[in-house]
């Protein structure tokens, strides 16, 4: 087991940073016009540390109470980071919210966590929140925009002066390694989404077990532009920073990552497949249009570092010469390669979320960027198991983190045991216990360990869809919304590791074999539908299925419930034609 870091929680050590590394990076968000005229404005450790005490200041004086609630709908900020560590320092619990949520979703999770203040980017996200339907909320500040109903950042910061600065010193000190710290709302197949409770204890192991597995130092940087509302984007964003002081920039905007990874060639990058894929695309396109030496230099450089990657990977010993020809390989072709991509520096690249394409390894291994798979979940404070140098086969996840321990129940599934795991599910004692079973967490994964350790994902006992662009998504009340449109019959959603949803659907006899007309009639509900949901859980494309579904057939159990896999299995063919 890795010993259990001192002091206890994010927000001490944050803090101590801003002592330690009182004038250096911690920050840094673009600000001017187009690209060539953009500057990059720094907050230092010191200005990180004094702006959470003010904030802290500022929830006091508000009225916020330990264990209080607080939440963020905003892109990725320094005003997100600081807002968290703050509410955490004062013994409250920050609760991030999917800038990209509907109405109904932020309506949803703003009336479960009961979050007294609510921090948002834009005028757009305020209009989101419902003050009159959700009576916890007090209070709604706006970062960019303040409209009427709301308050400016600089006012919130002002309610400061009213609370001394030794108070937010006894929160801290009152706070306990297992109290919660963070809410967390993900899917996990019983409907609507739960919350996800983490203990400080949770965040610091988790992020102390990444920080020493990789040996993160304050030399290292980071991009951070996937939802800080995921905890595995908290980890990269906030946790591991807060251990060893290095900076991370803010993108813009999850459009702008390629051009702010040009300015920023960070040394950590996170990426779920989605991003990966969308890089590898980019990438052949400009290798594939070399010619001449260009293109025989790129394919003889690219071969070598595969090599070389494939003999790290499995721990191999490299010789003189295969040394001297990658050194070669860099100099001629990979180098230069990872420079226009933004990834000059890059020295631990990682995918998580979902299962990413063992294709895809291999060919960022090609230009000497060796992508680290993560397995993890929210349950779990994030990673759990990861490949890394010496323990790495594409298609698995590697080997658990330290201080983890994994095993495999008879059935297959994956069970988790650290001190990552979480608290518990927000005011759901049957789910909680239902997941934690004599002190291991029932993951709802089902998997397969080889002879070597390695850990592969094999399938899920969970009713979860999980996208390329790692988001997971219910599939049960999506279906249920489609059914009640009387002409529906069936509706099974599909996606699972695609870049969007897709669904196929059965219809009443009523459209005469007119299969046009049923197809516009379920797109129409398809889009009514869509308006729930945030556009990243939208349906993109529509499929009639050629008959009902059956008890018969094994498509649906006797309660009438879909077999999820089996109708995946059975209509194999139409889920293809969705992806085309």
Same mark, same amino acid.
């Given at each position: 087991?890795?010993?259990?870091?001192?002091?206890?929680?994010?927000?001490?050590?944050?803090?101590?940073?801003?002592?330690?590394?009182?004038?250096?990076?911690?920050? $840094?968000?673009?600000?001017?016009?187009?690209?060539?005229?953009?500057?990059?404005?720094?907050?230092?450790?010191?200005?990180?540390?004094?702006?959470?005490?003010?904030?802290?200041?500022?929830?006091?004086?508000?009225?916020?109470?330990?264990?209080?609630?607080?939440?963020? $709908?905003?892109?990725?900020?320094?005003?997100?980071?600081?807002?968290?560590?703050?509410?955490?320092?004062?013994?409250?619990?920050?609760?991030?919210?999917y800038?990209?949520?509907?109405?109904?979703?932020?309506?949803?999770?703003?009336?479960?966590?009961?979050?007294?203040?609510?921090?948002?980017?834009?005028?757009?996200?305020?209009q989101?929140?419902?003050?009159?339907?959700?009576?916890?909320?007090e209070?709604?500040?706006?970062?960019?925009?303040?409209?009427?109903?709301?308050?400016?950042?600089?006012?919130?910061?002002?309610?400061?002066?009213d609370?001394? !600065?030794?108070?937010i010193?006894?929160?801290?000190? @009152?706070?306990?390694?297992?109290?919660?710290?963070?809410?967390?709302?993900?899917?996990?197949?019983?409907?609507?989404?739960?919350?996800?409770? $983490?203990?400080?204890?949770?965040?610091?192991?988790?992020?102390?077990?990444?920080?020493? $597995?990789?040996?993160?130092?304050?030399?290292?940087?980071? *991009?951070?532009?996937?939802?800080?509302?995921?905890?595995?984007?908290?980890?990269?964003?906030?946790?591991?920073?807060?251990?060893?002081?290095?900076?991370? !920039?803010?993108?813009?905007?999850?459009?702008?990552?390629?051009?702010?990874?040009?300015?920023?060639?960070?040394?950590?990058?996170?990426?779920?497949?989605?991003? &990966?894929?969308?890089?590898?695309?980019?990438?052949?396109?400009?290798?594939?249009?070399?010619?001449?030496?260009?293109?025989?230099i790129?394919? &003889?450089?690219?071969?070598?570092?595969?090599?070389?990657?494939?003999?790290r990977?499995?721990?191999?010993?490299?010789?003189?010469?295969?040394k001297?020809?990658?050194?070669?390989?860099?100099?001629?072709?990979?180098?230069r390669?990872?420079?226009?991509?933004?990834f000059?520096?890059?020295? %631990?690249?990682f995918?998580? @979320? @979902?299962?990413?394409?063992?294709?895809?390894?291999?060919?960022?291994?090609?230009?000497?960027i060796?992508?680290?798979?993560?397995?993890?979940?929210?349950?779990?404070?994030?990673?759990s198991?990861?490949?890394?140098?010496?323990?790495?086969?594409?298609g698995?996840?590697? *080997?658990?983190?330290?201080?983890v321990?994994?095993?495999?129940?008879?059935?297959?599934?994956?069970?988790?045991?650290?001190?990552?795991?979480?608290?518990g599910?927000?005011?759901?004692?049957?789910?909680?216990?239902?997941? %934690?079973?004599?002190? &291991?967490?029932?993951?709802?994964?089902?998997?397969s360990?080889?002879?070597?350790?390695?850990?592969?994902?094999?399938?899920?006992?969970?009713?979860?869809?999980?996208?390329?662009?790692?988001?997971?998504?219910?599939?049960?009340?999506?279906?249920?919304?489609?059914?009640?449109?009387?002409?529906?019959?069936?509706?099974?959603?599909?996606?699972?590791g695609?870049?969007?949803?897709?669904?196929?659907?059965?219809?009443?006899?009523g459209?005469?074999?007119?299969?046009?007309?049923?197809?516009?009639?379920?797109?129409?509900?398809?889009?009514?539908?869509?308006?729930?949901?945030?556009?990243?859980?939208?349906?993109?494309?529509v499929?009639?299925?050629?008959?009902?579904?059956?008890?018969?057939?094994?498509?649906?159990?006797?309660?009438?419930?879909?077999?999820?896999?089996?109708?995946?299995?059975?209509?194999?063919?139409?889920?293809?034609?969705?992806?085309?």
């Open positions: 087991m890795i010993p259990k870091p001192r002091p206890d929680t994010i927000p001490h050590l944050v803090l101590a940073n801003a002592k330690r590394f009182r004038d250096e990076p911690a920050l $840094l968000r673009r600000v001017g016009g187009a690209p060539k005229g953009a500057a990059w404005e720094m907050t230092t450790w010191g200005e990180y540390g004094a702006a959470v005490r003010r904030t802290a200041q500022a929830f006091i004086a508000s009225g916020i109470e330990t264990g209080d609630r607080v939440a963020i $709908l905003s892109y990725n900020t320094p005003e997100w980071v600081i807002f968290n560590v703050a509410a955490m320092a004062i013994g409250a619990v920050p609760v991030g919210i800038f990209m949520s509907s109405r109904e979703e932020v309506a949803d999770m703003m009336e479960r966590s009961q979050a007294r203040i609510v921090l948002c980017q834009t005028e757009a996200h305020i989101l929140i419902d003050t009159d339907a959700h009576g916890a909320v209070l709604v500040i706006g970062i960019d925009e303040a409209p009427e109903g709301s308050i400016s950042w600089s006012e919130f910061l002002e309610r400061s002066n609370v001394d !600065a030794e108070v010193d006894d929160r801290l000190a @009152a706070i306990r390694p297992d109290d919660p710290a963070t809410l967390i709302f993900t899917a996990v197949g019983r409907g609507e989404a739960v919350g996800v409770v $983490l203990s400080h204890d949770n965040l610091i192991f988790a992020s102390h077990s990444s920080v020493e $597995l990789f040996d993160v130092t304050k030399h290292d940087s980071a *991009l951070s532009y996937l939802p800080l509302s995921h905890v595995a984007e908290q980890i990269f964003t906030i946790l591991a920073p807060a251990h060893v002081g290095y900076p991370v !920039a803010f993108a813009q905007s999850l459009g702008r990552v390629r051009v702010d990874l040009l300015d920023i060639q960070p040394s950590i990058f996170f990426g779920v497949p989605l991003v &990966w894929t969308g890089f590898e695309r980019a990438l052949r396109k400009q290798i594939d249009g070399l010619e001449g030496a260009k293109a025989r790129a394919r &003889w450089a690219m071969r070598t570092s595969r090599g070389n990657i494939a003999a990977n499995a721990g191999r010993r490299r010789s003189l010469y295969q001297a020809s990658m050194a070669l390989a860099r100099r001629t072709f990979t180098n390669a990872k420079q226009a991509m933004g000059a520096n890059i020295r %631990l690249a995918s998580g @979320a @979902a299962t990413v394409n063992p294709t895809t390894l291999e060919y960022f291994s090609g230009i000497n060796p992508i680290r798979e993560v397995y993890g979940l929210s349950e779990a404070t994030g990673p198991s990861v490949t890394r140098e010496g323990a790495t086969r594409f698995t996840v590697g *080997l658990p983190m330290p201080g321990d994994i095993t495999l129940a008879d059935d297959g599934e994956i069970l988790i045991k650290a001190r990552s795991v979480f608290l599910y927000l005011d759901d004692e049957d789910a909680t216990r239902n997941a %934690l079973r004599d002190d &291991w967490l029932h993951t709802g994964d089902l998997g360990i080889g002879d070597d350790g390695l850990l592969s994902i094999t399938g899920r006992k969970k009713e979860i869809i999980i996208t390329s662009g790692g988001k997971n998504v219910d599939p049960g009340p999506i279906e249920d919304w489609l059914k009640q449109d009387p002409a529906i019959l069936d509706a099974v959603v599909v996606g699972d695609y870049d969007y949803l897709g669904v196929l659907a059965s219809v009443a006899e459209f005469a074999g007119d299969i046009e007309a049923a197809r516009s009639h379920v797109e129409s509900v398809v889009t009514d539908v869509n308006q729930r949901l945030s556009r990243a859980f939208h349906i993109r494309r499929g009639l299925l050629s008959r009902p579904l059956s008890i018969e057939n094994g498509e649906r159990t006797d309660s009438g419930e879909i077999h999820r896999s089996t109708v995946v299995e059975h209509f194999a063919a139409e889920i293809e034609t969705l992806y085309r």
